[in-house]
Every structure is written in structure tokens, then in C-alpha cells.
Nanobody
């Protein structure tokens, strides 16, 4: 059983910042990647940022330069620093862990709302 817990979402004004955190616990086979996805009503869940066991990172084009994903060394824990936030990033953000068998595990989601 693998359990992911997200934190750090909330309401922020345009131009502000938020930092999302995700910690995974349980019987994790072997780490391949962890990442953040977001979902808004009427749209597919989409990848926001991902970090791999190699420490390589991947970002959606819309957040490059504004979002930074990082992982705590030796831990199944990632953070997403989100700066210069705009209303269009409002969504439910989910953390995902993928093991080396490419089995995916998901958190419950944390709401990010950017509004004045």
C-alpha cells in the first residue's frame, strides 16, 4: 500500500506564490518519478511538472520559468514552488508517484485558487 499526502494549496492573489508539498509512504517498489498534475472541470488531467530518479525535470510549457519542482534527497517527497501565479492555473493539483514498474499512485489532491 502506497499513500501520498499533499499539502500547501489555498487561495492566493494574482502574482503571488504557493508551495505545494507531497510525501509518499508505504511499500514503494523503486522510485521512477514523482510529479504534479492538475485538473479543471471539463478538461483532462494534465501534467504540470515531473522529476525523475535521475533528477531530470519536465514541465508543461505554460509553467516553465514560474514553477519549480524539487525532491528531498533520499525521500519520497517533492515540492512544487509556484511563483507569479495567474488565475488560469486554478485547479485541483494531484501528486503522483510512479515506481520502476511504472505503477502510478495518486494523492487526494489539493486545491489551488488564484483570484483577487
Amino acid at each position: 500500500q502506497v499513500h501520498l499526502v499533499e499539502s500547501g494549496g489555498g487561495l492566493v492573489q494574482p502574482g503571488g506564490s504557493l508551495r505545494l508539498s507531497c510525501a509518499a509512504t508505504g511499500d514503494i517498489f523503486s522510485f521512477f518519478s514523482m510529479g504534479w498534475y492538475r485538473h479543471t472541470p471539463g478538461k483532462e488531467r494534465e501534467l504540470v511538472a515531473q522529476i525523475y530518479s535521475s533528477s531530470d525535470t519536465k514541465y508543461d510549457d505554460s509553467v516553465k520559468g514560474r514553477f519549480t519542482i524539487s525532491r528531498e534527497a533520499g525521500k519520497y517527497s517533492v515540492h512544487l514552488q509556484m511563483d507569479r501565479l495567474e488565475p488560469e492555473v486554478t485547479a485541483l493539483y494531484y501528486c503522483q508517484l510512479r515506481d520502476s514498474r511504472l505503477q502510478a499512485y495518486w494523492g487526494q489532491g489539493t486545491q489551488v485558487t488564484v483570484s483577487s
